[in-house]
């Protein structure tokens, strides 16, 4: 049996949502970065795909996926034809998901040395600066690479 291919490793860090709640002071210092570099807003675009072109068989849309996966990793896909009713009941759903209580969300917790579940992905030492929120991360398909204890715990509705 093939072993199953690691998609990055994370420390456990404390729920960024749980920390909110406090009556903090200050900001912890691990969510504190330094102001050395600044921020620009000339970063460039994120690939747009459009699936109709590319469905078409048009050879310069090809070429944009092909470039997008190489280069970035990721793009946005435009014209898939999912309803904007099916997306919004979705972000609803999973908007709901991070109001659930912590008890709740424990259920689907990183297990150690794993990103998928809840909690922040690909912090790699206790010194690393953190980002000041929470994910739920999880791989789907293949479903070869589907992580058992995520799912039964998922909220019915997602």
């Not at 998901?97 to 689907?108: M, S």
């Amino acid at each position: 049996m093939e072993a199953v291919p690691r998609l990055g490793t994370s420390l456990l860090v404390p729920s960024v949502q749980e920390l909110a709640k406090r009556s903090l002071n200050e900001v912890p210092s691990r969510y504190i970065r330094p102001v050395d570099a600044p921020i620009t807003s000339t970063l460039p675009k994120v690939p747009i795909i459009d699936m109709e072109i590319l469905l078409s068989g048009d050879q310069m849309e090809l070429e944009k996926l092909d470039s997008a996966c190489k280069e970035w990793g990721f793009f946005q896909l435009i014209n898939h034809g999912v309803k904007s009713s099916l997306l919004k009941k979705l972000k609803a759903e999973i908007k709901e998901f991070f109001y659930l209580p912590l008890e709740e969300k424990k259920k689907l917790w990183q297990k150690p040395g794993d990103v998928e579940g809840f909690g922040q992905a690909f912090v790699l030492s206790e010194e690393q600066k953190l980002d000041w929120g929470d994910i739920f991360f999880m791989v789907t398909f293949p479903t070869d690479l589907r992580k058992p204890h995520l799912f039964p715990n998922l909220p019915p509705s997602l």
